[in-house]
């Protein structure tokens, strides 16, 4: 026969409770695809918003087309470097593992 771990507690034994499995109260850190990801929307989002932005200030077609071509060019630009950034990230992650 064997007995649980515990200890005897005003003439009654009482049994030790397995600790609970520690929960960390901070949040699982956002995996760097979700982040790249998450830069890219937002990347998108301010093209988009500058686009808007000259439907308004622009009364000339020209006006409007020059806006969009220069907020697109950037905006491809931008996201180009961050999936260029995020590639090395992910080399430099695998080469330490």
Partial sequence: MTQNEGHFE???WVEYEEPAPETSSEP????L??????ASKSVRR???????LGRHLFLTEEG????????R????A????VTE???KARKGHEKKE
């Fill in 10 to 12: 005003k003439g009654r």
């Fill in 28 to 31: 699982s850190a956002p995996s």
């Fill in 33 to 38: 695809d979700d982040l790249v990801d998450e």
């Fill in 46 to 52: 301010a093209v988009g918003d500058v686009t808007a």
């Fill in 64 to 71: 409007r087309g020059h806006l969009e071509k220069k907020a």
């Fill in 73 to 76: 060019d950037a905006g491809a």
């Fill in 78 to 81: 931008l996201e180009r470097a």
């Fill in 85 to 87: 950034v995020a590639e």
